[in-house]
């Protein structure tokens, strides 16, 4: 690309992208603090990705996509996962009609643009399948019928780290095909106050007004996929990708031949998949795009690469015994690795 052609849709992109400031600034207006959880939701919604979130109750997290759907003037759905819920719970069934000697379908919970998936590991593994089978194909079937979700479609799915006792873990395959794994902690001192302030009034209504629409998130959709990323940030991404996996790191680029990355020998069971590189290519694209740049800079992929690579690497038994963290490693992956 050109610096001409470059110049064009650097022009286009700021103008397809001029509703991500009024949109954070609506939801800014009743969620006080919680930048990264936001811009996520945003993120994942223009990448076409899907979220999981952990973090202790009272985060904001229900109030923070029911707003962001409010805001785009689409439909919200919640979902209480139990162990008791069924398929049929999640997605709909036929219902047999008496006056008509007929049945119809009854769609579930699932059709809408915006789902919050609550405490999904509460839930078995045919309901979670079901919701993950939605998340990838974007349809349901039911009574041998498909049936389209409603686009843009999202889910947000969170769990409860303080509480396992009765629940079924997402199985490390499934946890894949979640875009970001964000992890969410207790805000700062001066925002708690403000939350306490806004929110302890008995009548108050949280709603946003819309300040988008649909159209213009499916539309930013298509600009997104033109941003602009050069080879050697793609070989960057390649190289952070291929790290976390034992005994393939002899496929790094040429760039990175003088780095020592033996420190994580034993510390990585199972790396993170060819799905990863994909997701965070999608990300730093679509952070380019939120800051209204045309091309993708080193900086967009460090800013994402924990919250992609956090649930995508298993440690091993010895990274455990020493209290090794995801996190942990990551960070020393981005330290030694050289950058383009």
Not at 3 to 14: C, D, G, T
Not at 177 to 196: A, N
Request: hydrophobic letters at 45%.
């Amino acid at each position: 690309m050109d610096k001409a052609e470059l110049n064009e849709l650097q022009l286009k992109i700021k103008e397809a992208s001029a509703f991500i400031s009024p949109l954070k600034t609506e939801i800014a207006r009743t969620i006080v603090g919680q930048e990264r959880l936001v811009n996520r939701l945003i993120m994942a919604l223009l990448a076409d990705g899907h979220l999981l979130i952990e973090g202790l109750p009272g985060l904001a997290k229900t109030l923070a996509v029911k707003i962001l759907a409010g805001a785009i003037n689409g439909t919200f759905s919640r979902i209480q996962f139990t162990p008791d819920l069924l398929p049929a719970d999640l997605i709909g069934t036929n219902v047999f009609n008496q006056q008509t000697q007929s049945f119809h379908v009854k769609t579930g919970p699932i059709f809408a643009n915006i789902v919050l998936a609550d405490e999904i590991n509460r839930a078995p593994a045919k309901v979670q399948s079901a919701l993950l089978e939605c998340m990838q194909e974007k349809q349901v079937t039911i009574g041998g019928k498909l049936h389209k979700v409603p686009l843009p479609f999202l889910v947000m799915a969170t769990q409860n780290p303080i509480e396992q006792e009765g629940t079924y873990p997402l199985p490390e395959a499934q946890i894949d095909r979640f875009m970001f794994k964000v992890e969410l902690s207790y805000p700062e001192r001066d925002e708690e106050i403000t939350i306490i302030n806004k929110m302890s009034h008995p009548e108050l209504q949280l709603t946003a007004v819309p300040v988008t629409s649909l159209e213009e998130i499916m539309n930013a959709r298509k600009w997104v996929d033109k941003v602009y990323i050069d080879e050697k940030i793609v070989e960057y991404i390649l190289d952070i990708v291929v790290s976390t996996r034992p005994n393939e790191r002899k496929q790094l680029s040429s760039r990175q031949s003088n780095t020592n990355l033996s420190f994580l020998d034993n510390l990585i069971q199972f790396g993170a998949s060819p799905r990863a590189g994909i997701m965070m290519t999608l990300a730093a694209k679509t952070a380019a795009f939120m800051e209204g740049r045309a091309y993708v800079v080193p900086q967009d992929v460090k800013n994402i690469t924990h919250d992609i690579l956090r649930h995508r690497i298993i440690l091993s038994y010895e990274a455990e015994a020493e209290g090794v963290t995801t996190n942990e490693l990551i960070s020393k992956i981005l330290d030694e690795l050289r950058t383009p």
